[in-house]
């Protein structure tokens, strides 16, 4: 239920109670009461977080939860400027149950791939405010590039995680927090053929991860695969220490996220050609890995690795 709007341009007031939603095009969203999950990340309440579902890529969920935070009128209004809006707010949550959304478009400071991207004669359409993949009647339109759509649990135009996902990410996580000592990190492996879902899978297991990180555990994501990298360009291996979200396709997290904390170049977008090559690569980055932990305090630390189809 759209409660109104706010400010120009304007920010939506969205009184959330259904088990899924989506948005189409890249948009900020802020939780005032923490009880949604975008992707496997529990929205901190009371933050914006930038989500980008381009047409590339089909647009990710927002799951609610349940939670019971509570936040007091005085922190509602800290956000939502408009008084009776902020009131009617609170009031629908306390009866009706629920989380408030704060939608709003992302502010135009993409960064320089992006743009680049956008003005190019044949990656261009990647970013085309046209979405005829989906059914447009479902849609409701905000504004120009901005649409709203409920979904089904089972509907086929949204990344929804898969039961055995959500079940194998907390195994994964439990044997992390559990089993782990700082001498030796917990390392996850993520293989499989083309187009299963390896990078889906790692993206929602990373921002589950999230929730745990803290002054003891951290999450580190090496980037192996050459011709589909996460946080780089083609071509390189790298490694990240990770503290935000995945919330949309690599080029995004060019964005959202910082620079790797090492890159190492390979110069091939795949290693077919000097498979030893690349392996030595890949003991390179492990070992530039132990050398920056021996200079860090010691964490309990979990290690995704992103690999190719081809390789697995």
Not at 227 to 241: A, H, P, T
């Amino acid at each position: 239920m759209i409660l109104g709007s706010f400010s120009e341009p304007p920010t939506y007031v969205i009184h959330f109670l259904d088990s899924h939603l989506t948005f189409l095009q890249s948009f900020q969203i802020c939780s005032l009461f923490g009880r949604v999950r975008i992707h496997g990340y529990t929205l901190p309440p009371l933050k914006f977080y930038s989500v980008y579902n381009y047409s590339t890529n089909s647009p990710l969920a927002i799951e609610f939860i349940n939670s019971k935070t509570t936040i007091s009128l005085s922190d509602i209004k800290s956000l939502i400027s408009d008084v009776q809006l902020a009131g009617n707010a609170l009031f629908n949550v306390e009866k009706k149950g629920g989380d408030i959304l704060l939608i709003r478009q992302e502010p135009n400071n993409e960064s320089l791939f992006i743009k680049i991207m956008r003005e190019h004669r044949s990656y261009k359409n990647w970013f085309l405010e046209s979405y005829n993949l989906f059914e447009q009647d479902k849609w409701k339109q905000l504004e120009q590039n901005l649409y709203i759509r409920l979904i089904e649990t089972t509907d086929k135009t949204s990344i929804i995680p898969r039961p055995e996902f959500v079940s194998t990410a907390d195994h994964i996580i439990n044997r992390w927090l559990n089993e782990t000592v700082e001498d030796f990190p917990f390392v996850v492996l993520v293989c499989g053929e083309k187009d299963m879902g390896k990078s889906t899978f790692i993206r929602y297991l990373t921002n589950r991860a999230l929730d745990h990180i803290n002054s003891k555990y951290n999450l580190t994501y090496f980037d192996c695969d050459i011709g589909q990298c996460e946080f780089s360009i083609g071509g390189c291996l790298s490694y990240v220490n990770l503290d935000s979200p995945l919330l949309g396709p690599p080029c995004s997290h060019i964005k959202s996220n910082s620079k790797p904390d090492r890159l190492l170049y390979y110069g091939l977008v795949s290693p077919q050609t000097s498979p030893v090559r690349y392996l030595q690569y890949v003991n390179k980055l492990r070992q530039l890995w132990n050398i920056d932990q021996k200079n860090e305090n010691q964490k309990r630390s979990m290690i995704l690795i992103n690999t190719m189809g081809w390789g697995t």
